[in-house]
């Protein structure tokens, strides 16, 4: 495979490997350098959560009180969230 860059150093990452990679448009990637070779590296699910951390609102105050209320929803059935 083979591509070009343009006169903005923009380069189109050919469609076989985006379909390959699962890469969507919008997508962010890790640019390096290795030997001499240019390596785009989508990001792993470490990458991704980190991303989301703190996004998203926790009525129950920890991870380990959300647990609790899942594993027994009777437990929480009077408080208000």
Known sequence: MQCSVGERG????????RDALGLVPGMRLEV????GALVLRKPGIGEVLEAWEGTADNPYGSTDEFVAALRDPDRDRDREL
Not at 10 to 17: D, G, L, S, Y
Not at 32 to 35: G, K, P, T, V, Y
């Open 10 to 17: 923009q380069v189109t990452i050919p469609n076989q490997a």
């Open 32 to 35: 390096s350098l290795a030997d």
